[in-house]
């Protein structure tokens, strides 16, 4: 049962501040009791207790409107209270018998008051000032100060309960302004923007998509393309027929979001619905299926009950499959279908040809003469059941990688040859160029039951919450559409910074200040970036992503750390609030534009074949988009006593992105 949340009522408990403080203590945990859907524990219960009596000594002189237990959904979270007083809205997070600030803690309840300022309406202009309350704590001198950015939003305010009135006080003669209007701030739109992994967490534990995803007019097709598919889904059950789904979009567009969204509204296997979401993008597994986990051992333990860590993987792999794991249980096995009726292939363009399988089950799996390539073999898997199934395949324009990766034309081609009664559900746009499908245009005119869906399109970009045409400037920057590129740049470089240097430690430090809360930077560079290892940039050193991407700024193995790099591979599909493009000779501008090179033995070689020119320049495009908030780019200076890094290898690159418009630090 999915809970739907209403932005009216998004509190366990609103009341103006006198009716909270001329209620009993019963009545106010009564309300708290009721709007709680889990089992109240003693300890949460104690919880509310501490701050109730708390909250009704300091709040006396003031006059407003308090919220406990407000939802965000975006992080699957909840803010212990929300005060509006004055101009101000206070987000106060306690720590309940704590005597110390914790980093963890801080960045919690700063991670919240960025949460309203960045996606809530009607918080965006106003003052937000996130406190963190030690109640065990000593006396302190809080420190009541606005960001540098100076978007209203004030740093995080240590407070002991002594010290919160001041706090309050202090914080509100600050700001001045007119009172914040309680029934226009709680009308406000919540237009939330998650990463792919606070997606995944919120939609395992029952969110929707629509409710963790912005609303706005531009947005709109991400949930009209998971209903695209549902219905797909349904009229193929009621039908008794097989359907394939083809679903495009521009980098950062959703695609995922959107597949997991389907694969966990049939998330029970005793449902002939049961859906299961593989992708052969390996880190991306790895990290979803670690953050689920993680998850579900940080929630049952707030609930009093211990999982271990184990169980819980074992228990997120039913739902999140690698490709690869779920076609070699389909080999053990020829003839019986798998328990799964629909199945999500998400980066579907990067599924093997026939080639690079065939290589791959004589090398790994003593299976010669193996002649299907992976699209053809894991429809025939579906195709084993008797009446139904669909395969929704997601698709992102100019993201092949890697050698071997057939694109989507090699999905149409497989039903072509051995699926003669498979129906095509195909978006409208597949046959643009980026899909590498235009050939297939006259084939599928001919054939029956194909049908063409605007809404299994996904053409805005929502990985950058601040300017949906990154990826539009990054393809006309890499395609040498220069002029055009400028006027994009123009339109977004207010809201969305991309800035170069030749120096890696000012861009170091340019993402440190840039970054608030828990927002996540990190360095990337391309798989074929050899020669940056005199900038400490190892691309052939062992980094895991699963710590790279989840753990914490204490944690050496995390990107936070700006030691460990990810390249191409270990980013696609996933996101960073602030990214380090590091570039290297590999991919070069000059007179005659992008030139491209590996780097073998000694030096750089040229390369010749076109798809691997392709694939280079995709790398670029992978690693240009995965900023949600904006990028620094370092383009080295090279050095003229190092033949493979001399300063003409650089400085085509650099004065052409200065040419776009990118500033300089």
């Known amino acids: 049962m999915r809970t739907n949340f209403h932005f009216m009522n998004r509190s366990y408990y609103k009341a103006s501040i006198e009716a909270f403080r001329t209620s009993s203590i019963e009545q106010i945990l009564g309300g708290l009791s009721l709007q709680n859907n889990f089992t109240l524990l003693q300890t949460q219960r104690d919880a509310w207790l501490v701050q109730i009596e708390i909250l009704r000594d300091v709040l006396e002189p003031f006059e407003g409107a308090i919220y406990f237990e407000y939802s965000i959904p975006r992080m699957g979270r909840r803010i212990d209270v929300v005060l509006l007083i004055g101009a101000v809205i206070f987000v106060l997070e306690f720590k309940v018998g704590e005597s110390a600030f914790g980093v963890q803690a801080i960045d919690q309840v700063y991670d919240y008051a960025l949460d309203l300022k960045n996606f809530h309406d009607s918080s965006h202009l106003q003052y937000i000032a996130p406190v963190l309350i030690a109640t065990s704590a000593r006396s302190s001198s809080p420190v009541v100060a606005v960001t540098p950015q100076n978007d209203k939003l004030f740093s995080p305010i240590l407070s002991d309960v002594a010290q919160l009135g001041d706090v309050i006080a202090q914080v509100i003669n600050f700001a001045g302004g007119d009172d914040i209007d309680e029934r226009q701030w709680e009308a406000g739109r919540y237009c939330p923007t998650p990463t792919i992994v606070e997606a995944a967490i919120a939609l395992y534990n029952n969110h929707s998509v629509s409710e963790i995803t912005r609303r706005d007019a531009s947005a709109t097709n991400l949930s009209q393309t998971s209903l695209a598919i549902s219905e797909i889904i349904k009229s193929s059950r009621q039908g008794a027929y097989k359907s394939i789904c083809l679903v495009t ?68 792999k039913t739902f999140i499959q690698n490709v690869h794991h779920f076609r070699d249980e389909c080999m053990l096995d020829k003839t019986r279908p798998p328990i799964e009726h629909v199945a999500v292939f998400d980066e579907a363009q990067r599924a093997w040809n026939v080639e690079q399988t065939s290589s791959f089950m004589l090398r790994k799996k003593n299976t010669p003469n193996f002649n299907q390539s992976e699209p053809e073999f894991l429809i025939s898997c579906m195709d084993r059941h008797n009446d139904w199934a669909v395969v929704v395949c997601l698709v992102g324009g100019g993201q092949e990688i890697n050698t071997g990766e057939a694109g989507i034309g090699e999905w149409i081609e497989a039903i072509k040859r051995s699926f003669p009664d498979w129906r095509l559900c195909i978006s409208s746009r597949l046959t643009d160029s980026e899909y590498n499908a235009t050939h297939l245009h006259a084939y599928l005119k001919t054939r029956p039951h194909v049908t063409y869906y605007d809404e299994l399109h996904l053409g805005v970009s929502m990985r950058s919450y601040r300017a949906e045409d990154v990826s539009l400037l990054i393809k006309q920057m890499l395609d040498l559409e220069t002029d055009n590129a400028r006027q994009t740049h123009q339109r977004i470089r207010g809201k969305y910074p991309i800035v170069i240097t030749r120096n890696l430690g000012k861009a170091k430090q340019w993402l440190k200040s840039k970054a608030r809360g828990s927002e996540r930077y990190g360095i990337v560079v391309s798989s074929q970036a050899e020669r940056l290892k005199p900038h400490a940039i190892d691309v052939k050193s062992p980094m895991d992503p699963v710590h790279w991407f989840l753990d914490g700024k204490e944690d050496v193995r995390s990107s936070f750390y700006l030691e460990d790099v990810a390249t191409e591979f270990h980013v696609q599909g996933l996101e960073l609030d602030w990214a380090c493009v590091t570039w290297d000779a590999d991919f070069r501008f000059n007179e005659c534009g992008w030139s491209h090179h590996s780097f073998c033995g000694d030096r750089w070689n040229n390369i010749n074949k076109p798809e691997r020119k392709q694939y280079l320049k995709n790398a670029y495009r992978v690693l240009l988009t995965r900023a949600r908030q904006g990028m620094v780019l370092v383009v080295p200076e090279g050095v003229d006593d190092d033949h493979t890094r001399p300063p003409s290898f650089y400085d085509g690159t650099y004065e052409y992105l200065k040419g776009i418009g990118f500033q300089e630090i």
């Open 249 to 316: 979009g521009v980098p950062g567009a959703g695609k995922t979001l959107v597949g997991l969204d389907v694969a966990t509204k049939h998330i029970a296997s005793d449902d002939d619905l049961y859906s299961v979401y593989l992708s052969g993008n390996g880190p991306l597994v790895k990290i979803l299926c670690e953050a689920l986990a993680r998850d579900k051992v940080r929630r049952n333990s707030e609930l009093g009950e211990k999982t271990k860590i184990g169980l819980a993987r074992a228990d997120v």
